[in-house]
């Protein structure tokens, strides 16, 4: 079955760096886009970040274009997130997902916070 499994989450202090990465089974990864999603306490799910199949296409929200960058590496069926400069506004639980197969895991816990 489908299986997504962030990690790397953690406290961080404002301007600090974290990276999450995903692994991903039970489907041709390779096949499908991915992206990373996040939700803060009380509020619904926010899209953070998507990239296509060959890497080549990247989006990210506005709040977070120049410090985030997605990644993937189909070989290794990973896609990660390097998050750079966090905010206290990037807290929440993050999580990787396949829009297009409507699965996603079971999150990683950010927290920035002085």
């Known amino acids: 079955q489908v299986q997504l499994v962030e990690s790397g989450g953690g406290l961080v202090q404002p301007g600090w760096s974290l990276r999450l990465s995903c692994a991903a089974s039970?489907?041709?990864?390779?096949?499908?886009?991915m992206s990373w999603v996040r939700q803060v306490p009380g509020k619904g799910l926010e899209w953070v970040s998507d990239?296509?199949?060959?890497?080549?296409?990247?989006y990210y929200k506005d709040s977070v274009k120049g410090r985030f960058t997605i990644s993937r590496d189909n070989a290794k069926n990973t896609v990660g997130l390097q998050m750079n400069n966090l905010k206290p506004e990037d807290t929440a639980v993050y999580y990787c997902?396949?829009?297009?197969?409507?699965?996603w895991g079971q999150g990683t816990q950010v927290t920035v916070s002085s």
């Open positions: 997902a396949s829009q297009t197969l409507g699965f």
């Open positions: 039970g489907f041709t990864f390779s096949d499908y886009a």
């Open positions: 990239i296509n199949v060959y890497s080549n296409i990247t």
